[in-house]
């Protein structure tokens, strides 16, 4: 593998697994959302609390409870591996998977704060009208709230893309595999490569520069 080589893997794969995971949480964070905007039953602040958890957590927490939670000893990790002949600890997955937990909060949120900044009048007066909830969320909500999730949807996708604690756990440092660029550029200090951290520190800089201009630019 050349030079090159080497620096452009963790770029690809932090790409394709923060595009994959960006999408997944999004549409999670989308549907619990809008469920919990004007729901009221016992306990919905605590899963609310549980729901933003990964947000104040050190990463390395995450990440050991994506292990207990997904890994070869528990079911859905036995689960995994009897379906895809592989485990689902340390393969390209566990990134994704990794990725998606700590930008689900962030997404979430953002899309709650968004969801409820909506008159309420407005939707009442299109209940009595005779809409539906799809009409009213794909009418009403959607449209006034597009800033918010838009908004939510960048910040989830520049969390993950920086994403490191839980992902070196869960998923590991396999070069070719599992290294994104935060890993790489861990790996390239440790081993005395300051050089190629470097570029890799400078790429993470302005992806994450182009990603904040963009939600600056979209705050309502």
């Known amino acids: 593998m050349t030079s090159l080589d080497k620096f452009l893997s963790p770029i ?14 999004f549409i999670t964070a989308l549907f619990i959302a809008w469920w919990m905007k004007d729901k009221k039953f016992k306990g919905k602040s605590a899963l609310d609390t549980l729901l933003m958890l990964p947000l104040v957590l050190p990463p390395t927490v995450v990440g050991f409870g994506l292990l207990i939670l997904l ?12 379906l895809f002949s592989q485990p689902l600890v340390f393969s390209f997955w566990a990134a994704v998977v990794s ?8 997404i979430y949120q953002t899309l ?11 939707i ?5 009208l005779g809409g539906d909830e799809k ?13 918010y999730i838009l908004t939510g949807y960048m910040l989830g996708f520049a969390r993950g893309l920086g994403e490191f604690g839980a992902t070196i756990m869960f998923a590991g440092n396999i070069p ?11 790996s390239a200090v440790q081993s005395g490569r300051t050089e190629m951290a470097y570029f890799w520190v400078i ?12 939600v600056q630019r979209l705050k309502p």
């Open 12 to 25: 690809f794969i932090s790409i394709q697994v923060i595009i994959i995971a960006s999408i997944v949480s």
């Open 71 to 82: 890994g070869r000893q528990s079911f859905i990790g036995r689960a995994f591996e009897w």
């Open 99 to 106: 990725a998606a937990v700590v930008a689900f909060p962030l």
């Open 112 to 122: 709650r704060t968004g969801f409820e900044s909506v008159d309420g009048e407005l």
């Open 124 to 128: 009442e007066a299109a209940r009595q």
């Open 135 to 147: 009409q009213i969320f794909r009418f009403i909500i959607i449209p006034l709230s597009w800033r």
């Open 176 to 186: 070719g595999r599992t290294q994104t660029m935060p890993s790489a550029i861990y």
């Open 203 to 214: 790429t993470l800089i302005l992806f994450s520069l182009v990603l904040l201009s963009i």
